[in-house]
């Protein structure tokens, strides 16, 4: 019998999350001071109570697993922490769209959306952060509230006007 039809139950070593993007040695990615807190504050919570959480499982192998679970977290943490430079938000309210703005935009079929420019490392399109590095969060680079942009999708082009820059 192949062995894709047998139930073997093997131990999943994979770590949730997403990996540091590599960079070249001394590059850094830019990260929002809001991005940065945060995971300094997830840090200092895995070696704290996170480490206490894992201590206290009565399952050897769980404790095994979830102990490299943790360390795995830990380091991609202190690596991102390592390799990200602290970009304070925009000081001017020039109505012109920079790395930490928040911008509402108004696409030709009606719909309002707006999103905030971060660092790759704290993006989260479902919380409305979009990566500096997203092609969206590219075309508005530098756009001034009421100008229009067309972005490249996979459908094909789409026009939106930036109504608002904070």
Known sequence: MSKAFTSEETEDTSVAGRPPQRVARGQERPITPEGHKALVEELAKLETSGRAEVRGL????EREQAKRQLEA?????????????????????????????????????????????????????????????????????????????????????EEATVESVR
């Not at 009565?58 to 192998?61: I, K, N």
């Not at 001034?144 to 082009?157: D, F, L, N, T, Y």
């Open 58 to 61: 009565s399952v050897e192998h």
């Open 73 to 157: 977290r830990v380091a991609m943490i202190s690596a991102m922490l390592e390799s990200v430079r602290v970009v304070p938000p925009p000081e001017a309210a020039d109505g012109v769209v920079r790395f930490g703005s928040t911008v509402t935009l108004r696409w030709s079929d009606g719909r309002a959306q707006t999103v905030r420019l971060v660092g790759p490392d704290e993006a989260d399109v479902k919380s409305g952060r979009l990566s500096i590095e997203a092609p969206l969060a590219r075309a508005l680079l530098d756009a001034k509230q009421g100008s229009q942009i067309e972005v490249e999708r996979p459908r094909g082009v």
